[in-house]
T-cell receptor, first 113, second 110 residues
């Protein structure tokens, strides 16, 4: 069964460093998302992406964040200068056109020290 | 922003018992999804309900969408330890992003 994959599973970085989180969405899906979940809190939306551009972004998704689909399969989230409060699980999700169901990857645990 | 309230927040039951968890809002939704999440993993989609009054069954899990499409319930029959996890409801807003509830954390004791 097709699934969303994410790498790395765990990333430890120092405050101020840049990180890139990678995702491979399900192959026939056209809508892509990043969500994050701080430990013990709700899953919250960061950004949606369609047709090679951002569709919507949340207040969390400030100038330090960017997304890219560099080729036909990968979807990346970059944090330019990480802060302690960026520590969280980051989930990539995708869905097919005209379908409600979003499928999530296993997540990347980002720890900023 | 729609607010989803899930209840109870925590539920600890004995294996073999039945349980129901709830997802409520004051807003009307075109669809609602239930996910299950285990620690350190991503949410796994269980079901999508679309029609008011709809009932869907997935083995021992029964999902219901309220007639007015403002609320939903998940009923588990004869719970097993493997059902342990965080059960999340989520709705898709007009821009196709998901809004999640806080979840019900279920523990099924052997």
């Amino acid at each position: 069964e097709p699934e969303v994959t994410q790498t790395p599973s765990h990333q430890v970085t120092q405050m101020g460093q840049e990180v890139i989180l990678r995702c491979v969405p399900i192959s026939n899906h056209l809508y892509f998302y990043w969500y994050r979940q701080i430990l013990g809190q709700k899953v919250e939306f960061l950004v949606s992406f369609y047709n090679n551009e951002i569709s919507e972004k949340s207040e969390i998704f400030d100038d330090q964040f960017s997304v890219e689909r560099p080729d036909g399969s990968n979807f990346t989230l970059k944090i330019r200068s990480t802060k302690l409060e960026d520590s969280a699980m980051y989930f990539c999700a995708s869905n097919a056109p005209l379908e409600y169901e979003q499928y999530f990857g296993p997540g990347t645990r980002l720890t900023v020290t | 922003t729609q607010l989803l309230e899930q209840s109870p927040q925590f539920l600890s039951i004995q294996e073999g018992e039945n349980l129901t968890v709830y997802c409520n809002s004051s807003s009307v939704f075109s669809s609602l999804q239930w996910y299950r999440q285990e620690p350190g993993e991503g949410p796994v989609l269980l079901v999508t309900v679309v029609t008011g009054g709809e009932v869907k069954k997935l083995k021992r899990l029964t999902f219901q969408f309220g007639d007015a499409r403002k609320d939903s319930s998940l009923h588990i029959t004869a719970a097993q330890p493997g059902d342990t996890g965080l059960y999340l409801c989520a709705v898709m807003d007009s821009s196709y992003k998901l809004i999640f509830g806080s979840g019900t954390r279920l523990l099924v004791r052997p």
